[in-house]
C-alpha cells in the first residue's frame, strides 16, 4: 500500500528556515513522479515543485530560488527545504506521488507551515 | 502562472447531474491532454478523480466524468450523492515540468 507522511511543520518567524520531510512506503521515492503542492488557510491547492524520475526538478516562481527538493535513497524520504519564509508561504504542505500525466495519484495527510513573527 | 478559472460553487439536487467548468487558455489546458481533477473533503488531502482529462484511477466512481474542449475541461458529477459535497480542483500541465491549478468549485448538494 503506498503511503506518505509529512512531517517537519510549525511556527517559524520571517526569514527563517525549516525542511519538511516525506517518507514514503509501498514504492520507491527515486524512481518514481513526486510533487509537491501547498494549500493557504481556507484557500485553493497551489503547486510548488515537480520531480521527475530522472532528478530534474521544477519550481513554481514563487518559491525559485528560496525551495529547494531533495531525498534520501536510504530512507525512501523526500525534502522540501524552504528558506527565506515569508508569511504568504504560511500554508499547509503536502507531498504526492505522481504520474508522467502529471496527476497527482496518492498524498500525504499534510504538514502545515505557519510563518508569522 | 495564473489559476485556471473554476465557478466559485456550483449545487445541485440529489440524483441530478453537475458539470464544474475549467478554463485556461492555449498554452495550459487547451495546448496538452494533461488535466486532472481532484475531490476535497473539510480537513482532509484532495483525491484523484480524473486523470489525463478523462481517465478514472481505478477505485474511482463512475459518475465523475471529465472531457476538454478548446481551452475548457470539464468535471461531470452525475446521479449526485451527498458524499459528493466539497471542494473540487482542476489541474493542468503548462510546460518544463509546471503546472497550474485552478481556482476551485465549492459543490453543494440541496
Known amino acids: 500500500e503506498v503511503q506518505l507522511v509529512e512531517s517537519g511543520g510549525g511556527l517559524i518567524q520571517p526569514g527563517g528556515s525549516l525542511r519538511l520531510s516525506c517518507a514514503a512506503s509501498?514504492?520507491?521515492?527515486?524512481?518514481?513522479?513526486m510533487s509537491w503542492v501547498r494549500q493557504t488557510p481556507g484557500k485553493g491547492l497551489e503547486w510548488v515543485s515537480f520531480?521527475?524520475?530522472?532528478?530534474?526538478?521544477y519550481y513554481a516562481d514563487s518559491v525559485k530560488g528560496r525551495f529547494s527538493v531533495s531525498w534520501d535513497n536510504s530512507k525512501n524520504t523526500l525534502y522540501l527545504q524552504m528558506n527565506s519564509l515569508r508569511a504568504e508561504d504560511t500554508a499547509v504542505y503536502y507531498c504526492?506521488?505522481?504520474?508522467?500525466?502529471?496527476?497527482?495519484?496518492?498524498w500525504g495527510q499534510g504538514s502545515l507551515v505557519t510563518v508569522s513573527s | 502562472q495564473s489559476a485556471l478559472t473554476q465557478p466559485a460553487s456550483v449545487s445541485g439536487s440529489p440524483g441530478q447531474s453537475i458539470t464544474i467548468s475549467c478554463t485556461g487558455t492555449?498554452?495550459?489546458?487547451?495546448?496538452?491532454?494533461?488535466v486532472s481533477w481532484y475531490q476535497q473533503h473539510p480537513g482532509k488531502a484532495p483525491k484523484l478523480l480524473i486523470y489525463?482529462?478523462?481517465n478514472r484511477p481505478s477505485g474511482v466512481s463512475n459518475r465523475f466524468s471529465g472531457s476538454k474542449s478548446d481551452n475548457m475541461a470539464s468535471l461531470t458529477i452525475s446521479g449526485l450523492q451527498a458524499e459528493d459535497e466539497g471542494d473540487y480542483y482542476c489541474?493542468?500541465?503548462?510546460?518544463?515540468?509546471?503546472?497550474?491549478f485552478g481556482s476551485g468549485t465549492k459543490v453543494t448538494v440541496l
Open positions: 504526492a506521488r505522481s504520474t508522467y500525466t502529471y496527476a497527482y495519484e496518492s
Open positions: 509501498g514504492f520507491t521515492v527515486s524512481t518514481n513522479y
Open positions: 520531480i521527475y524520475p530522472d532528478g530534474t526538478i
Open positions: 492555449s498554452s495550459d489546458v487547451g495546448g496538452y491532454n494533461y
Open positions: 489525463g482529462v478523462s
Open positions: 489541474t493542468s500541465y503548462i510546460s518544463s515540468g509546471t503546472q497550474v
